[in-house]
């Protein structure tokens, strides 16, 4: 190629990218994005409503992912797949961060501002959310008091129930080491799954074991990345006891709750506690 060619070459403008098509567009097709952007309908005159109703839907989104991440990995621990769980897990790591992250346009706001627009949730709470109810059960924090809430839609009740009856993401661990000829006991592995699950000695001990012993084993990683998951559950419920402090201080949370009591309370609880609990002991 000569030089006034290559030049020419190089000075031409880029392709102008594919602009018409029959209908909407296939990105369109795909996201769904007007869907999205028109599902804000806010209930007050406050301009900051709008921030507070889209981080609340950017949640339930990423509680959708996460719930489909841990389902994942559950059924690969199921399956004696222990790489795919891990890489699920991996995964919902960096989505839990993000979701955390969806505290920090809410976590400057006042009591006035909060005051502005509260009352157009009426008795609408964060407690009431499905999906976060189902990431709670697959963290093994059961409770069929918590599907009442949900009878009124049908679909949503039912997801919920079959999900209460599941074993938690932890039990499915828990088999997986029983299968490996670790030494869980019985009434862990038989336990009613519907139920809150509840530390157990002997589980501490497996878990203080496979922590003493080689670091890079298959169960010592996949243990690794339930620590991972575990703390940052337990600083999303720390971040959401100090947005709701700073924006309505002790006064009782919407739909009813204690609020920040409710929340402090929530806060102290570690999930997989045995993973923590191990520690102590290597």
Known sequence: MSQQA?????????????????GTTPY??????????HLQHTLSDDPGEMV?????????????????????????????DVPVAVAALKRSVRELEALNASWKPLGQLTPAQFNSYRNALGEGS?????????????????SSSMLVP???????????EKALHEPSLYDEVLRLLARRGHAIPSSVLERDVSLRYEPSA????????????DESAELARLGEALTDVAE?????????????RRAMGA???????AGVAWLEKRAQKNVFPELWTARSHV
């Open 126 to 142: 964060g407690f009431q959310s499905a999906m976060y109810r189902r990431m709670e059960f697959l963290l093994g924090e059961k």
């Open 232 to 244: 940052l559950v337990w600083r999303w419920r720390n971040d959401h006891l100090v947005a709701t």
């Open 52 to 80: 507070f109703l889209v981080t609340t839907q950017v949640m339930e989104l990423w509680f959708t992912v996460i719930v489909h991440e841990w389902e994942t990995a559950a059924k690969a621990v199921r399956e004696d």
């Open 251 to 257: 006064k009782t949370g919407t739909g009813g709750s």
């Open 150 to 160: 949900h009878r009124g839609a049908p679909r949503v009740h039912a997801e919920l």
């Open 202 to 213: 002997e589980v501490e001990a497996v878990w203080t074991s496979l922590y003493s012993g």
């Open 28 to 37: 369109e097709d795909y996201v769904q994005a007007d869907v999205l952007t």
């Open 6 to 22: 290559q030049h020419s070459h190089e000075t031409q403008e880029p392709e102008t990218p594919h602009l018409d098509f029959q």
